[in-house]
T-cell receptor, first 115, second 112 residues
Framework: NAGVMQNPRHLVRRRGQEARLRCSPM?????VYWYRQLPEEGLKFMVY????????ESGMPKERFSAEFPKEGPSILRIQQVVRGDSAAYFC?????????????FGPGTRLLVL | GEDVEQSLFLSVREGDSSVINCTYT??????LYWYKQEPGAGLQLLTY?????DMKQDQRLTVLLNKKDKHLSLRIADTQTGDSAIYFC????????????FGKGTSLLVTP
């Protein structure tokens, strides 16, 4: 059973470009979470999605950031017009539905560097 | 917001026990987790404990929870060099339902 998959693992963008980060949850998982880790910091929650629904995006910046989890295909975290402060590791996690404990299993992350 | 705090660095000799400590402030925390992050890698779930438990043991790992003091610890017995990594404490509060709140991580260095 493959774990959570993220791609690309590393992404370099120049200021003003767009970054698209992809996450495929574990098989059988329908809940996806995105977290951001700034250098020497813990992970900060950004957004929680289920298939075709954004449940909670309270941790996501109001501008330039968006997320989706379509009926088919991976979840996408999109950052428009990137700035240097967006440089960070972005982690996706998934959990199964209908389990009270809902342990979140993390992917390897995408490390975004904005030049 | 609620804070999760950890000491930043711990160094132990191979074969000794390591104890990593964490404090949290949210009294409504339901689950508390320990994750391990190796350099350049994602987070690996090590263990978790439900808030109505005091202790949980899993092979070389022992988790102790003092709910009164809001203190969580992870003990690694017979620490090996492969245990060198960053260890994150995280809580899930009942009012968030899902978002995990992480500490900044404790870097564990195991020396031969």
């Amino acid at each position: 059973n493959a774990g959570v998959m993220q791609n690309p693992r590393h992404l370099v963008r120049r200021r003003g470009q767009e970054a698209r980060l992809r996450c495929s949850p574990m098989k059988g998982h329908s809940h996806v979470y995105w977290y951001r880790q700034l250098p020497e910091e813990g992970l900060k929650f950004m957004v929680y999605l289920q298939k075709e629904n954004i449940i909670d995006e309270s941790g996501m910046p109001k501008e330039r950031f968006s997320a989706e989890f379509p009926k088919e295909g991976p979840s996408i975290l999109r950052i428009q017009q990137v700035v240097r402060g967006d440089s960070a590791a972005y982690f996706c996690a998934s959990s199964p539905a209908d389990r009270g404990q809902e342990t979140q299993y993390f992917g390897p992350g995408t490390r975004l560097l904005v030049l | 917001g609620e804070d999760v705090e950890q000491s930043l660095f711990l160094s132990v000799r191979e074969g000794d026990s390591s104890v990593i400590n964490c404090t949290y402030t949210d009294s409504s925390s339901t689950y508390l987790y320990w994750y391990k992050q190796e350099p350049g890698a994602g987070l690996q779930l090590l263990t978790y404990i439900f808030s109505n438990m005091d202790m949980k043991q899993d092979q070389r790992l022992t988790v102790l929870l003092n709910k009164k003091d809001k203190h969580l610890s992870l003990r690694i017995a017979d620490t090996q060099t492969g245990d060198s990594a960053i260890y994150f404490c995280a809580e899930k509060a009942s009012n968030s339902g899902y978002a995990l709140n992480f500490g900044k991580g404790t870097s564990l260095l195991v020396t031969p």
